[in-house]
């Protein structure tokens, strides 16, 4: 029997939590480091949301012998100084608070490894508002091929027969590709890392521009996808 609730998928970089410089600022001191060219921060900032491996080839042209360095590096300085530098965007936690007081389900689904993902939340005191975590392996060279879609696939099998829709939050059109593909709309945040009409051109269902209009605009996707009955 399936649960009338709703589930809202919740990105985690750009969506939850502003890096605050710290990935971009991280890639560039990680690539240098490696002895290869530091992109333009236009080009930085595009690499804030796909998975990391992806973004090096597609956006750096990290070569294939270099990517397990470059990784490495990043992802030192992310531990070292990156998460405390990190702060959820305003008013977005007590969102995720009034979505689950109405009764919904709420998840995280990032490209991020899964184990920094949850120590990510952790250190900013968020891990406690989700009743999942969703992420890429630890071994990022085991990410699927379609990144963004297993993970939500993966978001959504875990919650089967409790929910009877569901909706994803997030920043990138890859947020859109990957809920789209699994038969789930996607709400486009504003705030994040997006250039100005990718949300719309990928599809989103809605844009929101502050963490208040949120609700709102989750359960209307909700209810135009076929929800029915309480939150």
Known sequence: ???????????????????????????????????????????????????????????????????????????????????????????????????????????????KPEPIARQLLAVQQLDSLFDSIHGSPADERLAAPDGKVSIIRAALDAHAGEYSAAVMVGDRSHDVHGSTANGVPCIGVAWGFAPDGELEAAGAAAVVHSAHELPQAVYAAADRAGAHGTV
């Not at 290869?36 to 949301?49: D, F, K, N, S």
């Not at 995720?96 to 919904?104: C, I």
């Open 1 to 111: 029997m399936t649960d009338s609730r709703l589930l809202v998928l919740f990105d985690l970089d750009g969506t939850l939590v502003d890096p605050a410089g710290s990935i971009t600022g991280g890639i560039a001191s990680a690539l240098a480091a490696t002895g290869l060219p530091v992109p333009a921060e236009a080009e930085l900032q595009r690499m804030v949301g796909p998975a990391l491996k992806e973004s090096l080839i597609s956006i750096a042209g990290v070569p294939e012998n270099l990517l397990d360095a470059v990784i490495t590096r990043y992802r030192a300085g992310y531990r070292e100084t990156g998460m405390a530098e990190s702060r959820p965007y305003p008013g977005i936690a007590e969102v995720v608070s009034e979505l689950r007081d109405a009764g919904a389900l709420v998840a995280v689904a990032t490209q």
